[in-house]
């Protein structure tokens, strides 16, 4: 994925798949993942937002969903990479992503699979969209 270090904060509820997919970054991609919250508050309140090379955030969560996480961390740092994690594959979903200012999307069924890809897309400045998101226009 490149000799660089890329450091990573990780955004999702789920301690079990943070764990997961901390584990792998670290040591199957070589990033650093310097910072994890649990939760869209906690992420707000890091002191070290601007010092990620990319977020992985989750969009299904308690009191505040990944979309308003990201919208409010992008007003402060607007140019943060946002990558969106989520089970959603409707289109409806990826149109809302682009909107608020994700510069990809991983899917959680598929993310050992295109994590490495999305990552280096975003890091190289293009965005990154699974190529199975589907044309459904329901929500």
């Given amino acids: ?6 450091n990573i904060i990780m955004v999702d509820d789920n301690l079990q798949f943070r764990s997961s997919l901390k584990t792998y970054l670290e040591s199957r991609l070589g990033c650093n993942v310097f910072a994890e919250a649990s939760n869209s508050i906690d992420f707000l309140s890091l002191p070290n937002i601007a010092s990620a090379d990319v977020i992985l955030m989750d969009i299904v969560m308690d009191e505040m969903d990944g979309f308003e ?7 402060k740092y607007p140019y943060l990479k946002i990558i969106a994690i989520t089970m959603h594959t409707e289109k409806i979903y990826l149109i ?14 598929d993310i050992f699979k295109q994590m ?3 990552i280096k897309t975003v890091m190289g400045g293009k965005m990154y969209i699974p190529d199975n998101i589907s044309l459904d226009q329901k929500n």
Wanted: with cysteine; net charge positive; aromatic share 10%.
């Fill in 116 to 118: 490495a890809v999305a």
């Fill in 96 to 109: 809302k992503l682009i909107e608020t200012g994700f510069k990809g999307c991983v899917f959680k069924t």
């Fill in 1 to 6: 994925m490149g000799t660089e270090l890329k």
């Fill in 69 to 75: 996480a990201t919208k409010r961390a992008l007003w």
